[in-house]
């Protein structure tokens, strides 16, 4: 089945920087685009970032363009993401999705505080 392994997340400083990864089985990875969304405290799921199969194109929320980025190895079955300048609105749990603008399924993500 279908399995989704967040990891890499914790406490940064507002300015900081974070790298996420996320390890996929269960399917053909280098077959499906792959999605990272998060969730924040009291608030809906947000799709943050997207990454279409070949690795060359990618989308971003306008909340996190510019400062964040997605990348994939499909030789390894991964996924990451690059958070540069955090600020304490990026405060969430913040999951890996297969599939474009997807969040499901998805894994059971790894908890980002933004906090000085």
């Known amino acids: 089945q279908v399995q989704l392994v967040e990891s890499g997340g914790g406490l940064a400083q507002p300015g900081g920087s974070l790298r996420l990864s996320c390890a996929a089985s269960g399917f053909t990875f280098s077959s499906y685009d792959m999605s990272w969304a998060r969730q924040a405290p009291g608030k809906g799921l947000e799709w943050v970032s997207s990454i279409y199969i070949g690795g060359s194109v990618a989308t971003y929320a306008e909340s996190v363009k510019g400062r964040f980025t997605i990348s994939r190895d499909n030789a390894k079955n991964m996924v990451y993401l690059q958070m540069n300048s955090l600020k304490p609105e990026d405060t969430a749990l913040y999951y890996c999705?297969?599939?474009?603008?997807?969040?499901?399924?998805r894994g059971q993500g790894t908890q980002v505080t933004v906090s000085s």
């Open positions: 999705a297969r599939g474009l603008r997807s969040t499901w399924p």
